[in-house]
């Protein structure tokens, strides 16, 4: 095979090794999710990069589906995303046709619902869950995010909150409550209301993140954390995990995420008439 020869002292450019976490054994391929397994270490993917993963009520489902599954074999289970961007929200075709279908707003409480079940099965569950966040994670990629036990984030990782400049509540998944608990009001309370966005160090200083890598970094601080957790005993995991929401709970009045669901429902109403 002939070609053009390389320009004195250039070189062809290095491939990029796969990362650690890609090379894990495929447990399951599904419509908006990928699943990777070893021993009791479960890797989900979000696998809709083309659309920067937004979130649907398919991709809901099925992650509800592969986290209820789990039984006391998987202590860890990490969530990432697919392309250069964690999640970029929810899916606002879907939602305009939620809204199509049904004025009334029923189909956008059932959509929040789902969100809510996701985002407690992460949170409350009885795996670790460890968010490996690159790029950015806005809206209802931030709240899967936050749901998580534990966050690394590459150093060019960025959340926002767009919902009010798009005049909606932000109402997803139990995001602000848990984000209020995590972050601070007076904090949170100025980003939500401006709609910018947050860096990486920024999100570290806020607890947002609790490390902050070069993105080749990200499966080895994953790595760093999974491994001593997969010795753990899964009984002392759970029963952990159980005491730190137990101690958080207190420190809500109430929990006004229920509500979650409806608020969402009844701004897309309004904005309709």
């Given at each position: ?29 599904r419509k908006t999710l990928r699943t990777r397994r070893e021993g009791g270490l ?184 999974a491994k001593p957790l997969l010795r753990r005993s899964p009984t002392a995991l ?36």
């Amino acid at each position: 095979m002939t070609g053009r020869p390389e320009p004195d002292g250039a070189r062809p450019p290095t491939p990029e090794p796969p990362s650690p976490l890609s090379l894990l054994p495929l447990d399951s391929d599904r419509k908006t999710l990928r699943t990777r397994r070893e021993g009791g270490l479960l890797l989900v993917e979000l696998r809709e990069p083309e659309r920067g993963n937004a979130v649907t009520d398919t991709m809901l489902d099925e992650l509800y589906e592969v986290l209820d599954a789990q039984d006391t074999t998987t202590k860890v289970v990490v969530l990432t995303g697919a392309g250069p961007d964690f999640c970029l929200g929810g899916d606002r075709h879907e939602l305009s046709a939620h809204m199509a279908d049904d004025p009334a707003g029923g189909a956008v409480r059932l959509s929040g619902a789902r969100a809510r079940r996701v985002c407690e099965a992460l949170s409350t569950g009885p795996t670790v869950t460890i968010a490996r966040v690159q790029g950015r994670a806005i809206g209802a990629g931030f709240a899967l995010a936050l749901a998580c036990d534990l966050r690394v984030g590459a150093e060019t990782a960025s959340f926002r909150l767009p919902e009010l400049a798009l005049g909606l509540p932000v109402a997803w998944g139990g995001l602000l409550p848990r984000l209020i608990n995590e972050a601070g009001a007076a904090r949170v309370r100025e980003f939500v209301l401006t709609a910018r966005a947050v860096g990486a160090e920024e999100a570290l200083r806020l607890s947002i993140l609790q490390r902050v890598v070069p993105e080749t970094g990200l499966d080895a601080a994953v790595l760093a954390w999974a491994k001593p957790l997969l010795r753990r005993s899964p009984t002392a995991l759970r029963l952990t995990k159980t005491l730190f929401n137990a101690h958080a709970a207190p420190t809500r009045l109430a929990d006004a995420s229920l509500l979650d669901p409806e608020l969402m429902a009844l701004a897309l109403t309004e904005a309709r008439r």
